[in-house]
């Protein structure tokens, strides 16, 4: 019997949740589904160029855990790119929380 997922924190909500080749119809393509955890993994060790440690507190979750997590997001974002397959953004054990504002808003 496996373990319950730890419930992962995620800073913003996707600005797309579908990508796909273009002029080829949603309907004729293999999807594959990318979870909210896996996109902010990839944001975190990719575009933030932040460590794993660093991003894994971020996630409240070990490193380990943030290492799958980034390893199974880089497979299925590969797999998407390379076999020409929809990618669909969605769903995982996560907390969906917004970043500090600084006050700036009442």
């Known amino acids: 019997m496996t373990r319950p997922l730890k419930i992962r924190k995620v800073t913003s909500a996707p600005r797309a949740y579908y990508f796909k080749p273009r002029a080829v119809p949603l ?7 990318l ?7 990839l944001e975190h060790a990719d ?7 660093d ?5 409240r979750v070990s490193r380990q ?4 997590i980034l390893a ?6 590969a797999d998407a790119v390379v076999n020409g ?3 669909k953004i969605e769903g995982g054990p996560v907390e969906l929380s917004r970043p500090h504002c600084g ?3 009442k």
Not at 47 to 53: D, E, T, V
């Open 55 to 59: 991003a894994a507190a971020a996630m």
């Open 65 to 68: 855990t943030f290492g799958n």
């Open 47 to 53: 575009l933030k160029r932040r460590g794993q440690a």
């Open 72 to 77: 199974s997001a880089r497979r299925k974002l």
């Open 27 to 33: 309907c004729e393509l293999e999807e594959i589904t």
């Open 103 to 105: 006050g700036k808003h």
């Open 85 to 87: 397959k929809a990618l």
């Open 35 to 41: 979870q909210l955890d896996e996109l902010q993994a």
